[in-house]
């Protein structure tokens, strides 16, 4: 028997804010690509299941990530019929998705995920070059920080994932749309991967001291890696402007430096 949902209360520590409007439900299975190009499905956070009634009718292996014990409980039970589908009760930041992910070669995830976490969650996403795709829905003012050429609020992430995908969002979602209303509104995104080499976490590192001061100039951030005096002649040999912020320089630029300046 499914859990009754009116005596369900949501826990604000998972972050917990399930959608309810079906006309933005539609709309997103509406703009989900072609499944069959796909050889598994990845729904971190379920929730109460309205995209997965959706993504386990397609027939396609289906991988479930859910970290309340009372949702996995009443999904168990609900999708119980559904032999394309495996349930993870767990926090997806600690599943092995090299292990998980090992039979299949071409990976899409859809996700509705907890705004504290959206980073580490892409993050993790961008080490798994199986990941070919992801459809979130994620704050607003992180899809808009996300849309890289059309942002000035640039740092160490954003440059990241505009290098290994392109970013496109979609809509805005109310927070009238959800239960319980969050503070803030949401955007539904899609992140389609344009590199395949593994992510390089030590380029991750050599940008992030760059951001730390976004105020300052590049050259008055002091980074561990470079000297100054070895970062202004490059910038002179790139003819690149010595007053520059990090904020202002594309991440193609930064790849650059990395490779001329980089640790070796």
Request: contains cysteine.
């Amino acid at each position: 028997m499914s859990r009754d949902y009116t005596k369900f209360f949501p826990s604000k520590q998972m972050g917990q804010n399930f959608l309810i409007d079906r006309e933005i439900v539609q709309s997103i299975c509406d703009i989900l690509p072609n499944f069959a190009l796909y050889d598994a499905i990845l729904e971190i956070g379920p929730g109460k299941g309205v995209i997965t009634r959706h993504l386990v009718s397609l027939n396609i292996p289906l991988f479930c990530i859910e970290l309340d014990k009372r949702l996995f409980a009443d999904l168990k039970i609900k999708y119980q019929a559904c032999k394309n589908l495996t349930l993870i009760n767990d926090d997806v930041l600690m599943v092995d998705f090299v292990k998980l992910f090992q039979p299949y070669k071409k990976i899409i995830i859809v996700a509705n995920i907890p705004y504290n976490i959206t980073s580490p969650i892409i993050l993790k996403c961008l080490n798994e070059v199986k990941i070919d795709a992801m459809y979130l829905m994620v704050q607003k003012e992180v899809a808009r920080k996300l849309n890289y050429h059309k942002t000035t609020n640039r740092n160490a992430f954003v440059n990241i994932v505009n290098y290994y995908y392109d970013v496109k969002i979609f809509f805005d979602i109310s927070p009238k749309s959800f239960s319980p209303q969050p503070e803030v509104y949401s955007s539904f995104i899609g992140l389609k991967r344009k590199r395949f080499e593994p992510f390089n976490w030590q380029f991750f590192k050599f940008m992030k001291p760059f951001f730390l001061s976004k105020r300052k100039k590049l050259l008055n951030n002091i980074h561990p890696f470079i000297a100054k005096e070895a970062l202004v002649k490059w910038l002179e040999q790139n003819n690149i402007d010595l007053n520059i912020r990090a904020e202002n320089l594309d991440y193609d630029i930064f790849m650059k430096m990395f490779h001329d300046l980089g640790p070796k």
